[in-house]
């Protein structure tokens, strides 16, 4: 924990482009979940392809888990608040996700995992993020990393706020993981009531921000939880600032990265450039050659 950083550092700021409401589904045997960034984002929010929110008291919601599925051509990043879930793939990897953990995944040129509940009742809550991979990048070899807790650097600001910076960098303290060409920034900012929050971002990357606790003011917009802020991409913007509310103290999810500006094609979990490359994943994966 690094003490008493100033966040101050933004002179012009972004905006609110759009407040988005997530679509609420289930996903692999019955998850109940809410897709917050949808296919129909992916343009806009390149180079992110989906991010779920889950969180339920139910263990019914949750405890068909997500049994063996393939996965292609981008990164998954599960990010979990509350529950335990175990990962198993067919790279040999196999982890325990925890409360505050991190599991990023590289499916690369292709994995087939598991992702199942290790636990029959209580509360289970988290985000799953998928991240493109540049064209160059889709059929490298898979790569996984279980984060610990204790391994994402946390830092500590002078106006009131904790932030949990897992990929990419703020106010001088480096993420757990951190990735060329798309250079994903992923912070969980807390902030206390009233707390301002400053974050410088390149201007040529898209950003946007999921509350997931009380209330969220950027620039003169209030966004409530459960909903994603997607911020303007002003050439002459600097960065983002956020305020909680004075009353209550907010959370947050900040996501921004590099656009790769390629054809995205996505057919399940298969995420390639062209429709050549996804006939072949979904012929790799009949023929047993993706694991
Ligand atoms: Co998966």
Redesign the pocket.
């Known amino acids: 924990m690094t003490a008493a950083l100033s966040s101050l550092t933004v002179a012009r700021p972004r905006r609110v482009e759009r407040v988005v409401t997530g679509q609420r589904t289930s996903d692999g045997a019955g998850v109940k979940l809410t897709r917050v960034l949808t296919h129909d984002l992916q343009r806009r929010l390149d180079p992110f392809l989906m991010l779920d929110a889950f969180g339920t008291d139910n263990p019914g919601d949750y405890i068909g888990g ?1 049994p063996d ?1 393939p ?1 292609r051509g981008f990164e ?1 990043v599960t990010y979990m608040l509350e529950g335990r879930m175990r990962h198993r793939d067919s790279a040999g990897h196999e982890g325990l996700l925890t409360p505050g953990a991190v599991q990023w995944m590289t499916a690369g040129r292709g994995v087939i ?1 598991s ?1 199942m509940p290790e636990q029959q009742e209580g509360r289970m809550e988290g985000f799953q993020l998928w991240l493109n991979l540049p064209g160059k990048d889709k059929m490298s070899p898979p790569w996984y990393r279980d984060i610990a807790p204790a391994e994402i650097p946390e830092l500590r600001t002078a106006e009131g706020g904790t932030v949990r910076v897992i990929a990419g960098e703020s106010h001088g303290v480096a993420g757990a993981v951190q990735r060329a060409v798309t250079e994903p920034l992923y912070l969980d900012l807390h902030l206390d009531p009233g707390a301002v929050f400053a974050q410088p971002l390149a201007a040529s990357h898209n950003a946007f921000v999921y509350v997931y606790r009380g209330a969220m003011r950027i620039e003169g917009t209030e966004v409530p939880a459960q909903r994603m802020a997607i911020l303007t991409n002003d050439a002459a913007s600097d960065g983002v600032i956020l305020s909680a509310t004075a009353d209550t103290p907010a959370r947050a999810l900040l996501i921004a990265g590099a656009p790769l500006a390629e054809p995205i094609v996505q057919h399940g ?1 298969f995420v390639m450039n062209s429709n050549e490359e996804i006939f072949q994943a979904v012929e790799d994966f009949r023929a047993g050659r993706l694991a």
Request: glycine share 0%; charged share 15%; aromatic share 14%.
């Open positions: 997500f599925h996965h998954t995992h992702e979990p």
